[in-house]
């Protein structure tokens, strides 16, 4: 494959990726005999997963694991699992973070790529998306079968193929080339990345990737690493912007570094979206006829999707038209070991068209780290002005033992406001904006 050593920074030798090739090979096979003898085993769904100390985002991280590791659970807490990470360590990991494992197979199967370049697809069909290529003689478990497609491990996510380009054979024979081809992928670094035609900032830019994305790693050339999109394509991305580790065996010793940006996260936070008012309480009422409790469950719905999206655990103090009392918020907020509290609220003033824009609101000053950080958001990527961070005396703020915050996102009684507020444009703006403040508070707390 033409790799030079000295090009690279986070390569494991050959012999380390042959011998790893066969534990993946053994657990994948020692897992299924498991699976069916232990039920109270789950498999990690995050990239790394942290394992802490006790249940709770603030708890202390005391390991890591990685996506597709097994877990023993021994016992559920605040909808976290205490786990047996080995023989003397036992930690807690989010339950939301992990499944039941279900892949299961009676006898390990394997095949060998017969096409020269064959699609991998998320679904048995060829017009099911593409999830990658695999070339001829490429190795795979396969772990279903199912009419005309095999059902395979694919960079550590269920995959398919057709059967047509894949030849069973008894066990895999050359560990290193399904190995190059297969389980080692290219981690973009902390900013979003350009990928390129070529292996130089003077060819063109084909698309961007995420931080802390993986790409498939095809080959290296000079300081370039050539990779494999969702999409199919191939393109190209700077080695000192990105690092390339084999997928099943991120060492958590040498990229502590990395790995803590990627699992000290808002994954791990259990969020409780409170939309303000309800039933018989209206809130705000615009001239125009909208409600503030409808305004604000419209919102909160695209929040929690949102932040679903983003792996959070996300509870609502309501998710219809009805009346939950102010104490009862903060109740079930402590009742849910949640780890922050999110109000939301749309304003009128006494006066017409004397106040317009966002506010946020604390209590604590310890909530003002949280507040500034959602703020900033709100101001600089929100359609309305912003009137900064505010000390409010709100009961769901002041008797609250989470963190907590409560926004006005508009004033009802202000008529530029009154035509943006009621749109899903205007709140699927703030509501990125919120979780663009909570993806970087959590993952620059600690
Ligand atoms: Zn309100």
């Given at each position: 494959m033409g790799i030079s050593e000295s090009s690279i920074h986070n390569y494991l030798p050959k012999k380390n990726i042959f011998l790893f090739l066969i534990f993946i090979l053994l657990s994948l096979t020692v897992a299924s005999s498991i699976v069916l003898a232990n039920e109270n085993r789950v498999i990690v769904k995050a990239s790394v997963l942290n394992v802490r100390m006790?249940?709770?985002?603030s708890y202390d991280v005391m390991t890591q694991v990685n996506e597709d590791q097994r877990l023993n659970v021994l016992d559920e807490e605040n909808q976290w699992y205490k786990v047996r990470?080995?023989?003397d360590e036992i930690g807690w990991v989010?339950?939301?973070?992990?499944?039941?494992?279900?892949?299961?197979?009676?006898n390990q199967r394997y095949g060998k790529v017969t096409g020269t370049e064959v699609n991998i697809r998320?679904?048995?069909?060829?017009?099911s998306q593409i999830m990658g290529t695999v070339y001829e003689n490429t190795e795979l478990s396969i772990l279903y079968e199912e009419q005309d497609w095999y059902q395979i491990l694919y960079m550590g996510k269920v995959a398919w193929i057709s059967k047509q380009f894949v030849e069973l054979i008894d066990a895999p024979a050359s560990q290193a080339s399904s190995a190059e081809t297969s389980t080692q992928s290219v981690t973009i670094g902390e900013a979003t990345t350009n990928i390129r035609t070529?292996?130089?900032?003077e060819n063109e830019v084909i698309t961007t990737a995420s931080p802390g994305q993986q790409l498939i790693y095809l080959d290296t050339e000079k300081e370039w690493y050539k990779v494999q999109l969702e999409d199919g394509r191939t393109g190209y991305v700077a080695d000192w912007v990105s690092s390339l580790t084999n997928v099943e065996t991120v060492n958590v010793e040498e990229t502590t570094e990395a790995i803590s940006r990627a699992a000290t996260?808002?994954?791990?936070a259990t969020i409780m979206i409170d939309a303000g008012h309800g039933g018989k309480d209206p809130g705000a009422v615009s001239e125009t006829g909208f409600y503030e409790k409808d305004v604000a469950l419209s919102t909160a719905k695209l929040l929690q999707k949102r932040l679903q999206d983003a792996g959070a655990n996300v509870m609502m103090?309501?998710?219809?038209?009805t009346f939950i009392s102010l104490n009862d918020r903060v109740y079930l907020t402590s009742k849910a070991s949640a780890d922050a509290f999110i109000s939301l609220h749309y304003d009128a003033m006494?006066?017409?068209?004397?106040m317009s824009g966002t506010t946020t609101y604390y209590y604590a000053d310890s909530e003002l780290n949280l507040a500034e950080t959602i703020n900033r958001y709100l101001k600089d990527n929100g359609p309305l002005s912003n009137n900064g961070v505010r000390y409010g005396n709100y009961y769901v703020l002041r008797n609250n033992p989470t963190p907590s915050i409560l926004l006005?996102?508009?004033?009802?009684?202000?008529d530029l406001d009154i035509s943006m507020v009621n749109t899903q444009s205007y709140q699927t703006t703030v509501v990125e904006a919120i979780y663009q403040g909570l993806r970087e508070y959590y993952s620059s707390a600690q």
């Open positions: 006790g249940p709770g985002l990470i080995s023989d989010a339950s939301w973070l992990v499944e039941n494992d279900e892949i299961s197979t009676e998320q679904y048995a069909g060829t017009d070529g292996p130089s900032t996260n808002l994954s791990e103090t309501r998710s219809d038209d006494e006066i017409e068209n004397s006005e996102l508009g004033y009802l009684n202000n």
